[in-house]
């Protein structure tokens, strides 16, 4: 079968679903409901009518009446349905089979002329101005709506009910999965949309995209005034007039309402948690494997740059820190420094109070008998490098101890010792 043949089944199908469409009670009623208005409205003004108007009346009547075949005609319905999205996908392969869809130049004329005859001025014109409408019918729409704060309600309780309706359907096109599928078939099924999938087009894409932002990024610098990109000074302005709208003690407030719902959420979390320790000791278990796998990730991380060949590698490596900008990071170190200093300046003991405060909440005992266990044991752990970390420390303390003069204090542990 060709085009033509696919599109006159498909427009057979079409013309039965609206025959039976028209055909059902649903439409019969509102035939019969259309002409039962029609007929007293016409005669509702005299006697006269109203007895010539009785026939008919009882004819519309009739023709509500649902009949006795409406599952009949439902179970047709679906079956026309079926074979209309079959006959539509046959006519659509065929035409992309006989390239009539690629080919199509008709359809880029019309493209045309809609471009052509559409004045997307009016359109934007339009828009721009139903802004006072649009939000005067929402205002409209709140006063009436609100007026039943019982239906409003309801309306929130209908979208509970429709999450939970949500979950449990989810839940159900799942079960059959769990239920009929292997581990094997269900991963070769699930993995076979990675493996179909096409890395080369998605590379494109992504191409395409780095693109974009790139001309994007040197047009804000080409355009932009005053040695700020245009992209600086639009965000710059719009965060002013956000900012200076914002309420900073209502901001303050949600801040706070935002941190102790936090709180709450981690108790809530530990509170059930104490009610199912299973859980707590499934995840430790599983702690030591979990580590495993993230190290070993990282160390293949890191491998690629061991097998990376050395010129490559050298030339990265020098770009990279030439462009490291170290006048910027003693300055981000500088303004850090005059901070912590403004800080000192209005509360001098600060630190102390705080350290302090800490310190005296702790448990001295815990504290001595965790320092008694783990000083040793890192000594101990740490003992074969000794003789390799040890020497060099102590070179290096010296390096910064002597002055550029010479002059200075030079320590090794047996002078400490002494001492």
């Not at 079409?14 to 007929?39: C, D, H, T």
């Not at 959420?265 to 278990?285: T, Y």
């Not at 990279?320 to 303004?335: K, Q, R």
Request: glycine fraction near 6%; aromatic fraction near 6%.
């Amino acid at each position: 079968m060709n085009s033509r043949d696919h599109q006159a089944s498909f427009n057979r199908t079409m013309a039965r679903i609206i025959g039976r469409n028209i055909r059902s009670s649903g439409s019969k009623a509102l035939v019969s409901e259309i002409a039962k208005e029609a007929i007293n409205n016409w005669a509702k003004d005299s006697t006269f009518k109203k007895k010539l108007a009785a026939p008919a009346l009882w004819a519309a009547k009739r023709i509500g009446k649902p009949g006795k075949d409406e599952q009949d005609k439902a179970v047709a319905m679906a079956a026309d349905m079926g074979t209309l999205l079959t006959t539509l996908s046959r006519k659509i392969n065929a035409d992309q089979a006989s390239g009539e869809i690629c080919n199509d130049k008709k359809r880029g004329e019309a493209i045309d002329a809609f471009l052509q005859n559409m004045d997307f001025g009016e359109v934007l014109e339009m828009i721009e101005g139903a802004d006072p409408h649009v939000i005067e019918f929402i205002r409209t729409v709140n006063e009436q709506l609100w007026k039943y704060p019982a239906k409003v309600g309801t309306l929130t309780l209908m979208a509970i009910a429709l999450a939970n309706t949500s979950i449990k359907g989810a839940r159900e096109i799942m079960r059959p999965i769990e239920e009929q599928f292997s581990p094997d078939l269900l991963a070769d099924l699930v993995l076979s949309v990675i493996r179909d999938l096409d890395g080369t087009n998605a590379a494109k894409l992504t191409n395409t995209a780095f693109e974009l932002i790139r001309r994007v990024h040197t047009g804000s610098l080409l355009i932009g005034k005053g040695g700020k990109p245009l992209f600086q000074k639009y965000l710059t302005g719009f965060l002013k007039d956000y900012f200076s709208t914002m309420d900073p003690e209502l901001a303050k407030k949600v801040r706070i309402c935002l941190a102790e719902d936090k709180e709450s959420i981690a108790n809530a979390k530990s509170e059930a948690l104490d009610a199912n320790p299973h859980i707590v000791l499934s995840v430790l278990s599983s702690l030591g494997k979990v580590k495993n796998s993230e190290v070993r990730g990282k160390a293949r991380k890191l491998k690629v740059l061991e097998d990376i060949d050395t010129a490559g590698f050298n030339a990265a490596v020098s770009e990279s820190v030439s462009d490291l900008d170290t006048y910027e990071v003693a300055g981000l170190i500088n303004t850090a420094c005059r901070v912590l200093n403004q800080v000192h300046d209005v509360k001098p003991d600060i630190v102390r109070n705080l350290a302090g405060g800490i310190v005296d909440s702790m448990d001295s005992e815990q504290i001595r008998r965790t320092f008694q266990w783990l000083i040793p044991d890192l000594v101990e752990a740490i003992r074969p490098l000794a003789p390799i970390i040890v020497p060099e420390l102590i070179k290096g303390f010296n390096e910064l101890a002597i002055q550029e003069d010479g002059a200075g204090i030079s320590l090794t542990f047996a002078e400490g010792a002494e001492k």
